[in-house]
Every structure is written in C-alpha cells, then in structure tokens.
C-alpha cells in the first residue's frame, strides 16, 4: 500500500502555461514533505520543501502548496519551461526528514 | 553539486553471483542512503546508515547488506544477485541540521545493474 501517491503517471503543458503536479499521502504523522526533479540518467535534484506547519513555501518559479486536512500537496510551476520536462518525485517524512517515503513520480513534458 | 559518485555506473551480471555496490561522498555528510527506482514505485529505500559501522533496514531490504566501515564509503552488497534486482540503485546523503530536522537528501547519479 503506497503511502505516498501521485495519480497522474504523466503531464503535457504548453510552455508559459502553469504546471500542477499532484501529490496524495495516506499517513497523517508525515510531517516534512519535498519535491525532486529528475532527468534521465541522473540522480534526482531537489526542487523545494515544505514543512507541516505551513501551508506554501515559494521559491522562484515553483511553488509548493500543502492542505494537511486533505492530506494532499502541490507543486505550481510557473511559467512552464521546456527545461522542466522532467519526471517529478513527491517525498514524505514523519521523522523531521530523516527517512523519507516516495510517491512513484509525475512525467511532465512542457511542449514549446 | 554535492560530491557523491557511485560506482560503477553499469554493471551487467548473472543471476547468483555476488555485487558489490560503492557510494562515496566528499561532503562527510552523517547520513547516508540507498534507494532502488523502479517502475511504478519511485524510489525505495533499501538500507540506511546514521554513522560509520551504524546501519538500519528500509522498506526493500531483503536480499540485500551494507556496511560503513568509512564516512564517506557506504556499499551495497547484493549476496546472490536475482533478476527481480535488476533496477537502477541511487546513493543519498544527508546531515541534520540542529535538535531535530535535517537538511534535503542529495543523490547520486545513479548504478543501472542488469541481473540476467
């Protein structure tokens, strides 16, 4: 049973357009949550995080939104740039970040 | 970029032999990580470690060993390779970052391993 849910395999968005990526969790102790970008045959890089006691975090571009009732988070991607075609990993922690659990990741192609 | 290497980055093996992986890090970073990505699943933990000769077990361990006898050297050993481990293996690390939290896991670029 995956903890950590991300129900959309894959994503097309024009490029200048918003991208949502979509992430569920099932384990209402997670208490750290991050997002990963990863290009083929790279290792992932982080993108941005977020903690249980906020509701957004921003950075730029990418902004990650956090609704801890609905057990569900975010990433706004905006605007969308071919460069962010990439598949995208939501991860989960109930230890502070110590270990974390990942969602089984969002291809998105951002189409010029 | 964080200084982690993996190697080797490719290895192609047949089905009960004995592999070794290597991970490595400059960064003399405490925790250290490894995942297998696999379709469908992401990234899983396979083992971890909270300093030299301290490991523990994730969510994937079985048919799986660590050790860290180094901070900066983690390996995986894979006793009896089967098919169902061919995957591609990331390292990770991390360091905490006060009383409790810790920074962001970097990750490394990763081993493709083929069990045939």
């Known amino acids: 049973d995956q903890q950590v849910k991300q129900n959309s395999p894959s994503l097309s968005v024009q490029e200048g357009r918003i991208s949502i990526l979509n992430c569920d969790y099932t384990?209402?102790?997670?208490?750290?949550f991050l997002w990963y970008k990863k290009y083929p045959a790279e290792g992932p890089t982080f993108l941005i995080s977020i903690s249980s006691i906020k509701d957004k975090n921003e950075d730029g571009r990418f902004t990650v939104f956090l609704n801890k009732s609905a057990k569900h988070l975010s990433l706004h991607i905006v605007p969308s740039q071919p460069g962010d075609s990439a598949v995208y990993f939501c991860a989960a922690s109930d230890n502070y970040g110590q270990n974390f659990v990942f969602g089984p990741g969002t291809r998105l192609s951002v189409l010029p | 970029d964080a200084g982690i290497t993996q190697s080797p980055r490719h290895k192609v093996t047949e089905t009960g032999t004995p592999v070794t992986l290597r991970c490595h890090q400059t960064e003399n970073h405490r925790y250290m990580y490894w995942y297998r990505q696999d379709p469908g699943h992401g990234l899983r933990l396979i083992h971890y470690?909270?300093?030299?000769?301290?490991?523990d077990k994730g969510e994937v361990s079985d048919g799986y060993s660590v050790s860290r006898s180094k901070t900066e050297d983690f390996l995986l050993t894979l006793e009896s390779a089967t098919s169902s481990q061919t995957s591609v293996y990331f390292c990770?690390?991390?360091?905490?970052?006060?009383?409790?939290?810790?920074?962001?896991?970097?990750f490394g670029p990763g081993t493709r391993l083929t069990v045939l």
């Open positions: 990770a690390i991390s360091e905490r970052t006060g009383d409790s939290g810790y920074n962001e896991q970097f």
């Open positions: 384990n209402s102790m997670f208490d750290y």
């Open positions: 470690s909270y300093g030299v000769k301290d490991t």
